[in-house]
């Protein structure tokens, strides 16, 4: 069955970094696209942008552009999204989630991250 | 930016049915899908392309499109379907992902 499996909760204080992983089975990893979502206390759901598994290849929006890096490594079908400079506003879960079918909506989601910037 | 609006929240008795609206400039021309969030989980993929279920969705769970306006209609509410609801579309004129403000479904 598809599963995609991301990183434990993460504690950062204000201006580092944070790397958060989405490691997927049950499918052929290079096959989909692995997009991020973002959703803030008591928020809505923002999406963040894309990596293709297969070329590498990414679309970021533009509020993240510079900001966020999202990489994958196929041998350990594995998704990366990193988030620099972090700010207390960046407190949020933060999802990976597979497109499906025709690539315009997400069929299979990961559990999860709570990333907490904090001083 | 495209915007999905959706109202905040919808109050449904166990067992009637709850319509959730989803309004977008040219939605008519754009694939609707729905996701299901409760407190403390991920979203869960409940009708994609306006109308289609996903294996597992119960029949209860229906989308449709008229004008400007997706509905998710959910018929013969059940206690466990309390939860927040989110439309969602890809904007093909800026090549993004967009979703709706979400509805807060009450069962009373």
């Known amino acids: 069955q598809v599963q995609l499996v991301q990183s434990g909760a993460e504690l950062k204080k204000p201006g580092a970094p944070v790397r ?9 990893f290079t096959a989909y696209y692995i997009h991020w979502v973002r959703q803030a206390p008591g928020q809505g759901l923002e999406w963040m942008g894309f990596i293709n598994p297969n070329s590498g290849g990414t679309k970021y ?6 900001r966020v890096t999202m990489t994958r490594d196929t041998s350990v079908s594995t998704a990366y999204m990193e988030l620099d400079t972090l700010r207390s506003d960046d407190t949020a879960v933060f999802y990976c989630a597979r497109a499906g079918g025709g690539y315009t909506f997400f069929d299979f989601w990961g559990q999860g991250t709570l990333v907490t910037v904090s001083s | ?16 049915t709850a319509r959730l609206t989803c309004g977008g400039n040219n939605i008519g021309i ?27 969705i119960p029949e209860r769970f229906s989308g449709s499109k008229s004008g400007n306006t997706a509905t998710l209609t959910i018929s ?33």
């Open chain 1, 61 to 66: 929006v533009q509020k993240f552009q510079g």
């Open chain 2, 76 to 108: 013969r509410v059940e206690a466990g379907d309390e939860a927040d609801y989110y439309c969602q579309v890809w904007d093909s004129r800026s090549d993004h992902y967009v979703f709706g403000t979400g509805t807060k479904v009450t069962v009373l």
């Open chain 2, 1 to 16: 930016s495209y915007v999905l609006t959706q109202p905040p929240s919808v109050s449904v008795a166990p067992g009637q």
């Open chain 1, 20 to 28: 958060v992983s989405c490691k997927a089975s049950g499918y052929t």
């Open chain 2, 30 to 56: 754009k694939s609707v899908h729905w996701y299901q969030q409760k407190p403390g989980q991920a979203p869960v993929l409940v009708v994609y392309d306006d109308s289609d279920r996903p294996s597992g």
